[in-house]
Nanobody, 116 residues
Framework: QVQLVESGGGLVQAGGSLRVSCAAS????????MGWYRQAPGKQRELVAS???????NYADSVKGRFTISRDNAKKGAALQMNSLKPEDTGVYYC??????????WGQGTQVTVSS
């Protein structure tokens, strides 16, 4: 059974840093794209950052220059380093994994809370 296992997240003061990671377990095809969406209370889920298996990255305008996504092809995982966090970065962060044959998987979500 395929699972996306997320780790990291937590509570931090504004200006601080957090790191969230995601790795696929089980038999799964290599990924074409991995990344994170986040959902704040009362808001729609939005794309935060993504990375392809060739290393191309994409970021939401609101996090550019503060967040960095990286990949680990061997572990079929990725990490999101979040610096200079703001209260508006608060939300549940969901990892996603798109396989090279078109399958998709989601993590269970991890809470990130930034206090002012």
């Amino acid at each position: 059974q395929v699972q996306l296992v997320e780790s990291g997240g937590g509570l931090v003061q504004a200006g601080g840093s957090l790191r969230v990671s995601c790795a696929a377990s089980g038999t799964i095809f290599s990924f074409s794209t991995m990344g994170w969406y986040r959902q704040a209370p009362g808001k729609q889920r939005e794309l935060v950052a993504s990375i392809t298996n060739s290393g191309n990255t994409n970021y939401a305008d609101s996090v550019k220059g503060r967040f960095t996504i990286s990949r680990d092809n061997a572990k079929k995982g990725a990490a999101l380093q979040m610096n200079s966090l703001k209260p508006e970065d608060t939300g549940v962060y969901y990892c996603y994994y798109l396989t090279v044959i078109g399958g998709s998987y989601w993590g269970q979500g991890t809470q990130v809370t930034v206090s002012s």
